[in-house]
């Protein structure tokens, strides 16, 4: 109730007195209601003294004309109401919470607590703070003196002892929650900080400075109704314990943190039926400390709201800080969990921790305890593995399910025992909307083909850029919605197109397109919409991590069969028109054209892909110089590319994106190796022919003119659409082919290692020792280096993936039948379609089946070669030992 009428509280003026009143009216009444004799006196002495103010000749309040003094609730309030003033809010303010014996409530009643979960609001938070201006001015005081600091760290010269990694995490770590969450975001970023930096500030992720353990206790014994009980074995008894054969709440407990966060902390437990347990404790003032920073933060941003950025930054800090509120109350963290988990369960290798209704309170939460490594402790092939399984979980959540995990830095992602990847930390998240998933699958393919006009028509569609499209010439210039070199869209196409293909990543990396469009802003009208903030923040911290184990990877490849189920399953009307366009035309004939482009890029790339290789060196023009890459955490000539020199401060904030970190020597191989676990378009295609979001592919497979599509195949036209199948083609047979020989040279060389041990000395050691390094060579040159394990499924996962390839073989069977069926109706015709189909098969197998061959035969002569040195080796040495040489 009291809730309800603060709610009313901060309702317009014009209601504000009476409620304000009745909230007082009622606590006097329910005093009485409830017997409380001794309270009611004092209840009324404390309104009337609170509620007027000194009698001067400017008082708002005049006393009554009458000495009659109010004898209930209801006379109290008629008296007040015929003379209260808005200038009275803050006594009124300070009279509710005497009432509520805990000032705290007020604070939670402005984020809608306790009834509800926490939610942000703008207006209620600054009315709230704005009635506090002390404690803003100091808040903004602490913000400019920890700059102050900071800054005397950053221009002390470099031979002194300061190092300003360790005191920047410092004074973030001091000034709270809000600042230690920005800092965890630069930790991923050597683009904007330098590397030592970046490595100082890690350690925000999983160590911060700790708060009492004691205070941590008082908040677990309050939240899990256990103030009559020990925590557990070995600690001290609560305040009034009188009860020796009571049962402590938990089986062990740890007596310090095993782990400090930006809003809390975490120590590990053991219930009573022997299940480990992670219990999150909140840190005491992190509600207040969060709003009051961003009440400073929204006054700042509104002083400069619209001088230095196009977006609506305010608009942007509120997506921001509601997610940080809804962090601040861990039931929005289980709920969040919970739901992230089950959005992706059909990949079957992503794993949440469960969570315990009984023991999840606003700020204290226990969840199972998952045994795992982060990234640091992890081998060259399990980094590689956990990479490839986040990128590919969190793009599947960005266009498919529209739930993205908003926080994945380094601490809260993991690989567990069974080689599982773990994500902890639910309480940033981001949600997406249909067609804003499609608008990011679009620009994924766009980026992949280099279909420039098709991305920033995507950038349109997610609102990145404005509609119409505005631009200037120079940056004082207003902006203008015509070009006059011609249309806007296809004049900023093919700037993007020049700016991308001149610089090093562009199709690769996203860090890349960042510095890109960075440098274009100022020139072309660009919007960041509240969404897209934390987005961005999520692919660019996944890039960051990724370069760490593959210097080579390509996030659009890896979100490429994503991309293309949510192609091929839209969801929105203008998504199924879209799919059905780019595929067949009205009539029903199959859009050869579009194939063939797309073919002819892709041969293209592949080619300037090869020559980029046999050259080994960087365009001129864009080559950092040596001392600017180690500044800004880039890699050495020879260990990948460098972004291009930007062009403006704002992009050269991401210029190092493409460049973090090198790797050891070999781990790209097996980067190349789970590769092939992760998905491909082909299984995408699957996966929506057997589901029901698939039913706009299906109903256009139905539409389509299977007999001229048949009778096109054959074409001199589809020439390159045969030689590109034939490729494709080739490449799986090769696979297949090349982890058999792999699989058969492991079992060669599992036969030597069976040979006796040769202990001669002289020349029989030097042939049992080119023997064994043979032998080693020719395992490793079979493949067996880049073979890994599978990737893990649930069995959930693998029976939802039987039931789609059931469902996909079954619509398959369907179609075939009805498209023979019109074969057979269109006569000659249909047998002449058969006919090019059968010869389009032979030739496009004929041809994939030699390739393959050869390719593998290649590769196979040096490990036949070696396996027969190997095998000469061992006979030789083995002669020697017995005596026979």
């Not at 921790?353 to 490594?373: D, V, Y």
């Not at 390094?773 to 693998?798: C, F, H, I, L, R």
Request: hydrophobic share 40%; proline share 5%.
């Amino acid at each position: 109730t009291y809730q309800k009428y603060y709610s009313l509280y901060l309702s317009p003026k014009v209601c504000l007195r009476s409620s304000t009143m009745r909230a007082i009216d009622l606590v006097a009444r329910l005093s009485c209601v409830l017997g409380c004799s001794a309270f009611v006196p004092t209840t009324k002495h404390t309104i009337r003294q609170t509620i007027r103010p000194p009698l001067t000749k400017h008082s708002v309040l005049q006393e009554p004309p009458t000495s009659k003094t109010p004898q209930n609730g209801l006379e109290m309030v008629q008296h007040v109401e015929s003379s209260i003033s808005s200038s009275w809010l803050i006594s009124v303010e300070k009279t509710l919470e005497s009432f509520t014996a805990d000032p705290q409530a007020l604070l939670e009643a402005v984020v809608g607590l306790p009834d509800g979960v926490a939610t942000y609001n703008r207006e209620r938070i600054m009315e709230y703070f704005t009635r506090r201006p002390t404690k803003m001015a100091f808040r903004a005081v602490e913000f400019l003196l920890a700059i102050r600091r900071v800054r005397k760290a950053w221009d002390a010269p470099c031979d002194s002892s300061v190092d300003r990694g360790v005191v920047l995490r410092s004074e973030l770590s001091k000034l709270g929650p809000v600042s230690v969450k920005i800092g965890q975001t630069l930790s991923q970023r050597p683009d904007i900080l330098p590397e030592d930096v970046c490595e100082a500030l890690k350690g925000l992720q999983t160590s911060n400075e700790p708060f009492p353990d004691a205070e941590a206790f008082q908040v677990i014994a309050e939240d899990f109704n256990a103030t009559d009980r020990p925590l557990a074995p070995g600690f001290p008894n609560p305040p009034g314990y009188d009860d020796p054969s009571a049962r402590p709440l938990f089986a062990e407990m740890t007596t310090t943190c095993i782990a400090s966060a930006s809003l809390g902390q975490v120590y590990k437990a053991k219930t009573w039926d022997g299940q480990e347990i992670a219990v999150k404790v909140q840190r005491p003032g992190a509600l207040e400390q969060c709003l009051l920073d961003g009440s400073v933060i929204i006054a700042a941003l509104k002083a400069i709201q619209g001088r230095f950025w196009n977006g609506d930054l305010l608009a942007i800090f509120d997506t921001v800080a509601s997610g940080v509120v809804e962090e601040l109350d861990f039931r929005n963290e289980a709920k969040n969990g919970k739901a992230f988990g089950n959005s992706l369960d059909f990949l079957g290798y992503v794993r949440v921790p469960e969570t315990i209704p009984a023991l999840t309170t606003r700020r204290a939460m226990a969840m199972e305890w998952i045994h795992g490594r982060h990234l640091r402790d992890l081998t060259a092939d399990e980094a590689n593995r956990m990479t490839y399984m986040s990128v590919e979980a969190v793009t599947a959540g960005l266009v498919l399910t529209g739930l993205v995990h908003a926080d994945p830095h380094e601490g809260n992602i993991m690989l567990d025992d069974d080689g599982k990847v773990v994500f902890l930390d639910f309480g940033l998240m981001s949600r997406v909307e249909n067609d804003i998933q499609e608008a990011f699958a679009s620009g994924i393919q766009c980026v992949l083909s280099k279909d420039y006009t098709g991305l920033v028509e995507a950038f349109v569609a997610t609102g990145f850029v404005g509609s119409p499209i505005e631009w200037r010439a120079q940056e004082a210039d207003p902006w203008r919605l015509d070009h006059p070199d011609g249309d806007s869209k296809t004049i900023m196409a093919k700037e993007l197109e020049e700016r991308m293909e001149a610089c090093a990543g562009g199709g690769s990396r996203f860090g890349a397109l960042s510095v890109v469009l960075a440098d274009m802003g100022f020139f072309w009208q660009m919007y960041t919409p509240p969404y897209v903030i934390l987005l961005i923040r999520t692919f660019l911290t996944l890039e960051g991590i990724a370069g760490k184990v593959d210097p080579d990877f390509n996030i659009y490849e890896v979100a490429l069969p994503w991309a293309v189920q949510r192609a091929l399953s839209p969801s929105t009307e203008a998504g199924s028109k879209a799919l059905r366009a780019s595929l067949i035309s009205a009539e029903g004939g199959f859009l050869w054209d579009k194939v063939l482009e797309t073919v002819l890029e892709q041969q293209q790339s592949e080619e300037e892909e090869k020559e980029g290789q046999a050259k080994q060196k960087r365009p001129a023009g864009f080559a950092a110089a040596p001392e600017t890459k180690a500044k800004e955490g880039g890699v050495g000539e020879g260990e990948g590319e460098a972004l291009p020199a930007a062009a403006s401060s704002r992009a050269r904030l991401m210029a190092g994106e493409a460049a973090e970190g090198a790797v050891a020597a070999g781990t790209s191989s097996g980067a190349k190796a789970q590769a092939a676990n992760a998905a491909s378009p082909a299984d995408s295609l699957v996966a929506v022919l057997g589901s029901p979001s698939g039913v706009t592919l299906r109903r256009i497979a139905k539409d389509l003119d299977s007999t001229k599509l048949l009778l096109d195949l054959t074409r001199r036209a589809q020439r390159p659409a045969r030689r590109a199948a034939a490729n494709q083609l080739a490449q799986v047979l090769e696979a297949k082919w090349s982890a058999k020989l792999s699989r058969a040279g492991r079992r060669l060389k599992a036969g030597f290692g069976n040979r006796p041990r040769v202990v001669a000395t002289g020349l029989p050691r030097a042939a049992a020792g080119a023997a064994s390094a043979a032998s080693g060579q020719a395992g490793g040159s079979a493949g067996g280096s880049d073979e890994v394990a599978p990737w893990p499924s649930s069995e959930a996962a693998k029976a939802l993936e039987a039931r789609r390839r059931g469902r996909a073989k079954h619509a398959g069977l369907l179609l075939l039948r009805s498209h023979l069926a019109r074969q057979v109706a269109a006569g000659t015709t249909g047998l002449a379609a058969l006919a090019s189909l059968a010869f389009f098969v032979l030739r496009v197998g004929g041809a994939a089946v030699l390739k393959a061959s050869l390719r593998v035969a290649v590769k196979a002569l040096p490990a036949v070669a070696l396996t027969g040195a190997t095998a000469l080796a061992a006979k030789t040495g083995a002669d020697w030992a017995s005596g026979k040489r």
